[in-house]
T-cell receptor, first 112, second 111 residues
Framework: SQQGEEDPQALSIQEGENATMNCSYK?????LQWYRQNSGRGLVHLIL?????REKHSGRLRVTLDTSKKSSSLLITASRAADTASYFC????????????FGQGTRLTINP | SQTIHQWPATLVQPVGSPLSLECTVE??????LYWYRQAAGRGLQLLFY??????ISSEVPQNLSASRPQDRQFILSSKKLLLSDSGFYLC??????????FGEGSRLTVL
């Protein structure tokens, strides 16, 4: 069954603007991860945030985690055309026996 | 460095034919291995995962099976394909449920 639900399903912004994507999940987790997928390709890991962390940065990426609300957000600052891709959150459930469950993804389009 | 190879990249098969997708990981030992399926424009559905040889878990009842004949080899099979088996199949590996490393995927079209 799907655990994470991303919001919005699609997002289109102008180059240079910030893009924010949200993810909600249902059960207790060990960690939450964000992945990127270019069309027709495999997924690439972006960032992992553990359940005892509230915020994490990597370059132009900022991830927050609110375990009380069971939600996370991914912020991409100063977006570039090359950021156009689908973005997925994935959760490592506490009782999940070493497996990641992915959401449906957000399709991000950066317009030049 | 670790690498993951997945093949074939594309496959067109008739309904009722068999299927074999292969995935091999290099540069690591005893990885966790995964098969996911992605329908067009959708998220990933976990099909099988394996934490060791002869330890394969199936997530959903379906027309597919998985095997792990060697530590770093994971095979997805079907005896008779259905139209609904069409999709983008992704193999991935991890160590202790850290980040997943994905292959480039196999696009299967069943006609």
């Amino acid at each position: 069954s799907q655990q994470g639900e991303e919001d919005p399903q699609a997002l289109s912004i102008q180059e240079g603007e910030n893009a924010t994507m949200n993810c909600s999940y249902k059960t207790s987790i060990n960690n939450l991860q964000w992945y990127r997928q270019n069309s027709g390709r495999g997924l690439v890991h972006l960032i992992l945030i553990r359940s005892n962390e509230r915020e994490k940065h990597s370059g132009r990426l900022r991830v927050t985690l609110d375990t009380s609300k069971k939600s996370s957000s991914l912020l991409i600052t100063a977006s570039r055309a090359a950021d156009t891709a689908s973005y997925f959150c994935a959760t490592d459930e506490v009782q999940g026996a070493q497996k990641l469950v992915f959401g449906q993804g957000t399709r991000l389009t950066i317009n030049p | 460095s670790q690498t993951i190879h997945q093949w074939p990249a594309t496959l067109v098969q008739p309904v009722g034919s068999p299927l074999s997708l292969e995935c091999t990981v290099e540069g690591t030992s005893n990885p966790n291995l995964y098969w996911y399926r992605q329908a067009a424009g959708r998220g990933l559905q976990l099909l099988f995962y394996s934490i060791g040889i002869d330890q394969i878990s199936s997530e959903v009842p379906q027309n597919l099976s998985a095997s792990r004949p060697q530590d770093r080899q994971f095979i997805l099979s079907s005896k008779k394909l259905l139209l609904s088996d069409s999709g983008f199949y992704l193999c991935a590996w991890s160590i202790n449920t850290g980040e997943l490393f994905f292959g480039e995927g196999s696009r299967l079209t069943v006609l």
